[in-house]
């Protein structure tokens, strides 16, 4: 029996000891069904209005900090208000991944491109910088005018009587949508003498009757492009819209390589888009694809081929506005 009460006398003790060590609770509420007690944070955490989980949100800042887009995935996106698209065709990877959101003001894109595509400027004739569509780059003498990406808009809820994308190599236009109403393009290219990435300019093209274009693949740089489109350069998306990161690897989904790519995330004018045509907001809805003419670093213009687009097949995305 002695033996007995030593081992239970120690066994108190080391109770004892445990308690002595445990730190109080903050809040001094009994455990629920014995599970661990957490702290109160003094937040209320947000939920559904039915005792769930808040659905997901984004608040996107066009300030070259790309983590809140890391939150938006192909799990996280609800393929309405929230837009997430990968590559599929491994002969044209050079847009790798696309992400949509849009608040009251503004539609927001993320992408990523292949570095290898992206034109780069000659370091020995100096920086570029940010220019117009009647003169290009500032200092254009150290870069070609290259390839765009080009964002296909359909934003007035009526996919009449407008425009196709232009034909994608053997194909009649990239997407069997036919309801686009303006395509801003955005120049950019590396600044090599500084090792950056550097805008050029933002246009927005669209299609106006007299143009007889209506229904056609716009196959042409210059369709779209009116008269006034120098003072309309910055409608949809001004120099301090649009931020880029450096060269950064990511996982190519399709080969599951690590590959060089820049990071873009811009915002476009829900105002602007259509400001060249009628006025009018986009609205409800918009229907997007994204494409990336430049194929390789050489500065040009390339072919409608270009280097990929988004979506990869013949659907184009439709983005819910909020």
Same mark, same amino acid.
């Given at each position: 029996?002695?033996?007995?009460?030593?081992?239970?006398?120690?066994?108190?003790?080391?109770?004892?000891?445990?308690?002595?060590?445990?730190?109080?609770?903050?809040?001094?509420?009994?455990?629920?069904?014995?599970?661990?007690?957490?702290?109160?944070?003094?937040?209320?955490?947000?939920?559904?209005?039915?005792?769930?989980?808040?659905?997901? *949100?984004? $608040? =996107?800042?066009?300030? /070259?900090?790309?983590?809140?887009?890391?939150?938006?995935?192909? !799990?996280?996106?609800? #393929? @309405?208000?929230?837009?997430?698209?990968?590559?599929?065709?491994?002969?044209?990877?050079?847009?790798?991944?696309?992400?949509?959101?849009?608040?009251?003001?503004?539609?927001?894109?993320?992408?990523?491109?292949?570095?290898?595509?992206?034109?780069?400027?000659?370091?020995?004739?100096?920086?570029?910088?940010?220019?117009?569509?009647?003169?290009?780059?500032?200092?254009?003498?150290?870069?070609?005018?290259?390839?765009?990406?080009?964002?296909?808009?359909?934003?007035?809820?009526?996919?009449?009587?407008?425009?196709?994308?232009?034909?994608?190599?053997?194909?009649?236009?990239?997407?069997?949508?036919?309801?686009?109403?303006?395509?801003?393009?955005?120049?950019?290219?590396?600044?090599? *003498?500084? $090792? =950056?990435?550097?805008? /050029?300019?933002?246009?927005?093209?669209?299609?106006?009757?007299? !143009?007889?274009?209506? #229904? @056609?693949?716009?196959?042409?740089?210059?369709?779209?492009?009116?008269?006034?489109?120098?003072?309309?350069?910055?409608?949809?998306?001004?120099?301090?819209?649009?931020?880029?990161?450096?060269?950064?690897?990511?996982?190519?989904?399709?080969?599951?390589?690590?590959?060089?790519?820049?990071?873009?995330?811009?915002?476009?004018?829900?105002?602007?888009?259509?400001?060249?045509?009628?006025?009018?907001?986009?609205?409800?809805?918009?229907?997007?694809?994204?494409?990336?003419?430049?194929?390789?670093?050489?500065?040009?213009?390339?072919?409608?081929?270009?280097?990929?687009?988004?979506?990869?097949?013949?659907?184009?995305?439709?983005?819910?506005?909020?």
């Amino acid at each position: 029996m002695k033996k007995v009460f030593m081992i239970l006398g120690a066994s108190l003790m080391a109770a004892l000891v445990v308690i002595g060590c445990s730190k109080p609770s903050n809040n001094n509420q009994q455990k629920p069904d014995g599970g661990e007690q957490k702290p109160d944070d003094g937040e209320q955490k947000p939920d559904d209005g039915q005792g769930g989980e808040k659905e997901f *949100s984004l $608040d =996107v800042a066009i300030d /070259g900090d790309f983590s809140e887009w890391d939150t938006l995935t192909d !799990e996280t996106a609800d #393929g @309405e208000y929230y837009l997430y698209d990968e590559n599929t065709d491994a002969e044209n990877n050079g847009v790798l991944r696309v992400k949509f959101t849009s608040d009251e003001d503004y539609i927001y894109m993320y992408t990523e491109l292949l570095f290898e595509n992206i034109a780069l400027s000659d370091a020995e004739k100096g920086a570029i910088g940010f220019g117009d569509c009647n003169n290009g780059y500032e200092n254009h003498g150290a870069i070609n005018t290259n390839g765009a990406l080009i964002i296909y808009v359909g934003g007035d809820g009526d996919d009449n009587k407008l425009y196709a994308a232009r034909s994608y190599g053997d194909e009649d236009s990239m997407w069997d949508y036919k309801g686009f109403d303006a395509f801003p393009q955005y120049y950019f290219g590396y600044d090599s *003498s500084r $090792d =950056v990435m550097q805008m /050029g300019w933002q246009q927005n093209n669209c299609v106006v009757p007299e !143009e007889d274009l209506w #229904g @056609e693949p716009l196959n042409d740089h210059g369709a779209g492009w009116v008269a006034d489109t120098p003072d309309h350069d910055s409608d949809v998306t001004g120099e301090q819209d649009i931020k880029f990161s450096g060269v950064v690897k990511v996982t190519d989904p399709v080969s599951k390589k690590e590959v060089d790519v820049i990071k873009i995330e811009l915002s476009m004018d829900r105002e602007g888009i259509l400001k060249i045509i009628d006025g009018g907001k986009v609205n409800n809805e918009a229907v997007l694809g994204v494409f990336y003419e430049q194929v390789g670093h050489e500065s040009q213009q390339s072919s409608s081929q270009g280097a990929g687009k988004l979506p990869s097949g013949n659907k184009a995305l439709t983005l819910k506005l909020k």
